[in-house]
């Protein structure tokens, strides 16, 4: 059973970072055969980014529905760049194979958005938690202030 944390938490994080949003929807259900094989893959690179944190990758949190969403932190915006344009990793050639098979067909959708975030300009908390998203990316402190909310401007 996950733990949960009963006293307020927030992430220590004193470095840029990244947040990357990504997800897919299906726009026909019937057309089972282009959504079925982009969604398996999107569960393989998380997989896969889980397994090389080396490579910038910090975290993720996933929901299924109609959208898929994946919430994926980085240490940077470059390393998430080098990661999606690797030929050698899981998402590049899945973003070709997107292209060939569905290209312009609106069966399947996909989008994403990518937030670089400074120090202090962002802000969050969990109570009665357990670890998730940006504090289950870094680290989780009880005892800290808002650490990544300390320089807000005026």
Same mark, same amino acid.
């Given at each position: 059973?996950?733990?949960?944390?009963?006293?307020?938490?927030?992430?220590?994080?004193?470095?840029?970072?990244?947040?990357?949003?990504?997800?897919?929807?299906?726009?026909?259900?019937?057309?089972?055969?282009?959504?079925?094989?982009?969604?398996?893959?999107?569960?393989?690179?998380?997989?896969?980014?889980?397994?090389?944190?080396?490579?910038?990758?910090?975290?993720?949190?996933?929901?299924?529905?109609?959208?898929?969403?994946?919430?994926?932190?980085?240490?940077?915006?470059?390393?998430?760049?080098?990661?999606?344009?690797?030929?050698?990793? $899981? @998402?590049? *050639?899945?973003?070709?194979?997107?292209?060939? =098979?569905?290209?312009? &067909?609106?069966?399947?959708?996909?989008?994403?958005?990518?937030?670089?975030?400074?120090?202090?300009?962002?802000?969050?908390?969990? $109570? @009665?938690? *357990?670890?998730?998203?940006?504090?289950?990316? =870094?680290?989780?402190? &009880?005892?800290?202030?808002?650490?990544?909310?300390?320089?807000?401007?005026?």
């Amino acid at each position: 059973m996950v733990s949960i944390n009963k006293q307020r938490m927030v992430p220590v994080i004193d470095e840029p970072f990244v947040v990357f949003l990504v997800g897919m929807r299906i726009n026909k259900f019937w057309r089972v055969h282009k959504w079925v094989p982009l969604y398996l893959k999107m569960s393989k690179i998380v997989k896969e980014l889980a397994n090389t944190p080396d490579i910038g990758f910090m975290g993720y949190e996933s929901w299924v529905g109609n959208p898929r969403l994946i919430i994926q932190y980085w240490r940077s915006y470059d390393e998430l760049q080098v990661y999606a344009r690797s030929k050698d990793a $899981t @998402h590049f *050639p899945t973003w070709v194979s997107f292209n060939e =098979t569905i290209g312009r &067909s609106a069966d399947v959708g996909i989008w994403h958005e990518v937030y670089v975030i400074e120090p202090g300009n962002c802000e969050a908390v969990y $109570t @009665h938690m *357990p670890a998730f998203g940006l504090g289950k990316a =870094t680290r989780l402190d &009880s005892n800290a202030t808002l650490r990544i909310t300390q320089k807000v401007k005026k």
